[in-house]
């Protein structure tokens, strides 16, 4: 495998873009693949099985592309099929998860939000994580069903976004959480309504920065990290609409010249 290889990244939909940023800034040089499976966004409430079966074929693709490491940019996909996933593919595989453990080292009241899909907060892997680090701390969870779809059309300020996020904050705050832990990679792009919201004293947990400094572990481990030459590119897939996934992809990755092919593998 080069260390020229591109770093093969996807989710639901536009969301793990906040975890390709946090790549890009660690990884300048480095070339990325983005999936964004937006035909079957939101995942967050649909049949495990199905979410499965996606995974693999977008790992599938990625690999086939030349990728030398797969990021699941995606909460809720790790949560259904990270393992299999590591079993099918012959590069690395990183997943992530709800920042519960930092969550549980920043409160200071002993109380923690959650705000996730239902899938991810329903999964086995959610429940022995907050098993394994937060046994002596209240873990409020708060799925936030319908959220994913206003982030997917870009309404990152829409008071419609504004109504419904804050039908979702304000119970955990009203239980007297202290810590908000994002988890779905859709949220930081909400993260300045959150802070709002929320208001002073509430800390704001997102684990993109985490996995990003993961897949540079993993990179070395495997000696893959590119080490010099020109500033990294990016090619983004989607099996959406071309038109609606890249106006959403420009504005959130803040540059007009980005390039998106439709690619639904079916
Ligand atoms: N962004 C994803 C996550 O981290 C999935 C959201 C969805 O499609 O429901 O969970």
Not at 48 to 57: G, L, N
Not at 140 to 155: M, R, Y
Not at 162 to 188: M, N, W
Not at 235 to 244: V, W
């Amino acid at each position: 495998m080069s260390q020229r290889a591109p770093i093969g990244i996807f989710d639901s939909g536009v969301g793990g873009l906040s975890v390709a940023r946090d790549i890009r800034k660690l990884l300048p040089l480095e070339d990325i693949l983005y999936y964004a499976d937006s035909a079957y966004c939101p995942y967050g409430d649909k049949d495990p099985k199905i979410i499965q079966q996606r995974e693999k074929k977008i790992g599938q693709f990625l690999v086939s592309q030349g990728a030398k490491i797969i990021v699941v940019a995606c909460n809720t996909a790790t949560s259904t099929g990270l393992e299999d996933l590591r079993g099918l593919l012959n590069v690395p595989v990183i997943g992530m998860e709800p920042g519960v453990k930092p969550a549980v080292a920043a409160t200071r009241n002993g109380k923690i939000g959650v705000l996730a899909t239902c899938v991810t907060i329903a999964g086995d892997r959610f429940a022995t994580l907050v098993k394994r680090y937060a046994e002596n701390t209240e873990v409020i969870t708060q799925p936030c069903p319908g959220l994913v779809e206003l982030i997917e059309c870009g309404k990152l300020a829409a008071p419609e976004t504004e109504q419904k996020l804050r039908s979702f904050l304000q119970p955990v705050l009203d239980q007297g959480a202290d810590t908000i832990v994002l988890g779905c990679t859709h949220y930081p792009f909400l993260r300045p309504m959150i802070e709002r919201l929320a208001g002073p004293g509430i800390s704001i947990i997102d684990t993109g920065q985490a996995v990003a400094r993961q897949v540079n572990r993993v990179l070395n481990e495997h000696n893959l990290t590119i080490t010099d030459g020109f500033l990294g590119s990016e090619q983004f897939y989607t099996s959406g609409s071309q038109a609606a996934v890249r106006e959403v992809i420009q504005s959130l990755w803040l540059r007009n010249n980005i390039s998106v092919t439709a690619l639904p593998l079916i």
